[in-house]
Structure formats: structure tokens, C-alpha cells
């Protein structure tokens, strides 16, 4: 396992948080972006909260590094 394959990791997570739909999947579970406003920041929940909305926001620099993996992955085989 290189320092390629553990960033490659790093990617699909960031992908993974970037596709979780508020209305649908974390409202429902009391994960919305209105409980974040209350809870404390320094707890266990308030730092998944903010990762899932960090990745949400950062969804263009997100795309690029996509497409950048997928021409490494081209070029190199």
C-alpha cells in the first residue's frame, strides 16, 4: 500500500461525504445543518458535522481532484 493508493482512499471518502443529501438521509437521523448550529463544536458530532458540510462546500475543488485521479490513472495504467 503506497502513498497513492492511501490518497486515493482519502478521495472516495471525501466523495462519499459529498453525496449525503440533507433532506433525505441526514435530517431524518437529527444530523441537519440547523442541529449543527447547536450542538457544540468540539463534540464528536459537531466534528462530523462539519467535515460532511466542508465536503459539501468544497464540491468544484472536489470534481477537479476526481478528474485528476482518473488522467493519473490513464496515463499510468
Given at each position: 500500500?503506497?502513498?497513492?493508493t492511501?490518497?486515493?482512499?482519502?478521495l472516495l471518502?471525501a466523495?462519499?461525504?459529498?453525496?449525503?443529501n440533507?433532506?433525505?438521509?441526514?435530517?431524518p437521523?437529527?444530523w441537519?445543518?440547523q442541529?449543527?448550529s447547536?450542538?457544540?463544536?468540539?463534540?464528536f458530532?459537531g466534528q462530523?458535522?462539519?467535515?460532511i458540510?466542508?465536503?459539501?462546500?468544497?464540491?468544484v475543488?472536489?470534481?477537479?481532484?476526481?478528474?485528476?485521479?482518473?488522467?493519473?490513472?490513464?496515463?499510468?495504467?
Open positions: 500500500m503506497g502513498l497513492w492511501l490518497l486515493e482512499g482519502c471518502l466523495n462519499a461525504l459529498a453525496i449525503l440533507e433532506e433525505r438521509f441526514l435530517a437521523r437529527g441537519s445543518f442541529e449543527f447547536g450542538v457544540k463544536r468540539n463534540s458530532k462530523i458535522l462539519g467535515l458540510y466542508a465536503t459539501q462546500y468544497l464540491r475543488p472536489l470534481i477537479l481532484l476526481n478528474l485528476l485521479c482518473i488522467v493519473v490513472k490513464l496515463v499510468s495504467g
